[in-house]
């Protein structure tokens, strides 16, 4: 790859629902990488509060505007999507101790099914490090304050979900 070419990163997950943690996580992959591809995996063993399409809505909602980053969904192992799409890393988010062993696990697995694609770490603020889609989806199911958690369009969403 030349100096002159585009680096393209994958930042995959199931985003249900987006946080102001991802949004971090993508503003940082741009200082970094040209294109940003945010990729919604499509997980059948995994119950998500929002339908696939409603995180995709929402994610266009958010980060639709910012330049260098695009709205993708796939089916397939994440390493074979990054191909597909001409990205040099897979970027993934490490909130605290407790998400490093997995991590590292996929990390490994990507490494030996393509050895070309990288994955990178990137840590969220510290505002952020302690913030999970799980946790935001246990506050809004008690009506809790979600402002800081998540943009207005989630918040909304959330709302809507999780009326008691």
């Known amino acids: ?4 070419e585009k680096k393209c990163v994958v930042y995959p997950g ?4 987006l946080t102001y943690g991802h949004v971090d996580l993508v503003e940082r992959a741009l200082e970094v990488f040209d294109e ?13 509060l929002f339908t696939f399409e409603e995180r995709v809505e929402m994610l266009g ?17 994440t390493v074979e999507y990054a ?11 490490l909130r605290a101790v407790a998400d490093f062993e997995y991590e590292l696990q996929m990390a490994l697995t990507n490494r030996k099914l393509s050895p070309e694609i990288e994955t990178i770490f990137l ?20 009506g809790g304050d979600l402002s800081s ?15 008691r």
Do not use: H, W
């Open 83 to 93: 191909k597909q799409k001409g990205a040099v890393a897979i970027v993934r988010g």
């Open 14 to 17: 199931s985003f249900d629902p």
């Open 123 to 142: 840590m969220p603020s510290e505002s952020y490090s302690f913030l999970s889609s799980t946790l935001v989806k246990e506050i809004a199911s008690y």
């Open 36 to 48: 940003v591809i945010v990729a919604v995996a499509r997980n059948f063993d995994k119950r998500s």
């Open 149 to 163: 958690f998540v943009p207005p369009p989630v918040e909304r969403r959330l709302r809507e979900k999780c009326k």
């Open 1 to 4: 790859m030349t100096s002159s």
């Open 61 to 77: 909602e958010v980060l639709g505007e910012m330049e260098g980053v695009t709205i993708d969904d796939f089916d397939c192992l």
